[in-house]
C-alpha cells in the first residue's frame, strides 16, 4: 500500500503534468477561444518546484530544525542532478531534435543543436530545475538547522534571478536565471514540510480550496477579464503576483489530498519526467493528425488530443522502463549492482 504522503505527491505531479498537456495541445491544435490551459500554467510552473524542495528538505531533514548534509550526501545529490536530470535531458533533446526541427520548418544547424541541446534551453523544465536543485545543495552545505536561512537566501537568489533575467533575457544556458528564482519555491516546500502537519488541518477543509481558488481565480481576471491567457503570472518578473502563485500551490496540494487513490494519476505522477520530455511532440503530433480531419477546432476535440497524447505517452513510458531504463538513469547500465543494492534497501 502505498503511503498517503506518496499518493499526494504523486497525484499532485500528475495533476501538473496534465495540465502541461492540455496547455500544448491547446497551442498546437487550437483552444476554440477557450484557454483554459493558460489558466492554468502557475499551477504546474510552481508546483513542480515547490514539490522538489519539500523532497529535498525531506531527506534531509532528520528531525525538525536538523540538517544531515555530510559532504557525501552533496556528492550523491549533485549525481542525481546530473543523472536523473541532465542526462536525460540532453539524450531525450537529442532525439527529438530533428523532429522537432522539421515540424517547426526550422533548418538543421548542428551549432543551433549544441546552443538548445547542450545550452540546455530545449526543456526549460528540467534544465531549471537542475541549477535550482544544485544551488540548494550548496546553501545545504552551510548545515543551517532553520529553515529561515534557506528562506532568506532563496529568496536572494530568487530577487538575483530576477534581476538577471531582465538584464540577460536569453535562456542561454540552461535557464540559470529561472532556476535561481525558483529557489524561493523550493524553500516554501520546505516550510511545508516543516509545518506540515498543521498546514494540513487547515488545507484538509474542502472550503479552504474554494477560497483560494477564488483569490486566484479574481487576480487573474482584474487584469484583462478579455484575455485570460495573457495574464499568466511570472514568477520570475512580477514579485506582486506571488499571491496568486501561493493559491495555486494550495489548490494543487488541497486536490491532491482530497481526491481518492486513481492508480493512473498515480503512475503519471511517479514518471513525471518521462511524461515531461514528451509533453510537447505527443500534443504536436497527434494535434496535426485530428487537425487534418477536423480542422475546425473545439474544446472537445482539444481534449481528445490531450487524452490522446497522455495515453501515447503512458505507452512509450511503459517500453521505455521495460527496455530502456537506462535513459531515465545511466547508472543503471554503468552501475547495475549498485542500482541493484539501492532498490533493495529501498
Known sequence: MQ??????INTARALCMISVYLLHSEFYYGDAGFSYGYALTPFYVNTFFFISGYLLFKKYMKVPETICFPKKEYHKLIANVIFRLVIPTLVFSTLIYIPKMIFHGNPLSFGQYLHDVWGGTSYWFTSALSVAQILLAVLLLSQRSHMAFYVVAC???????????????????????????????????GIYLRYESRINKIISKPYVFGVAAFVYLYSIMITNPAQLQKTIPDIYMHLWEYL?????????????????????LEYIGKNSIIFYFFSGVMPALFGSIISLFAPNASYALTLTVTSIALLAATGINLIIQQYFPYLTDLRKILFPNQQALHKKSN
Open 244 to 264: 496568486t502563485i501561493l493559491c495555486s500551490i494550495i489548490c494543487i496540494i488541497t486536490l491532491s489530498h482530497l481526491l481518492p487513490q486513481v492508480k493512473w
Open 3 to 8: 503511503s498517503k504522503n506518496i499518493k499526494w
Open 155 to 189: 529568496t536572494l537568489l530568487s530577487l538575483l534571478g530576477i534581476h538577471l533575467r531582465g538584464i540577460f533575457p536569453s535562456s542561454f544556458p540552461w535557464y540559470y536565471q529561472t532556476g535561481m528564482a525558483s529557489t524561493l519555491l523550493m524553500s516554501l516546500g
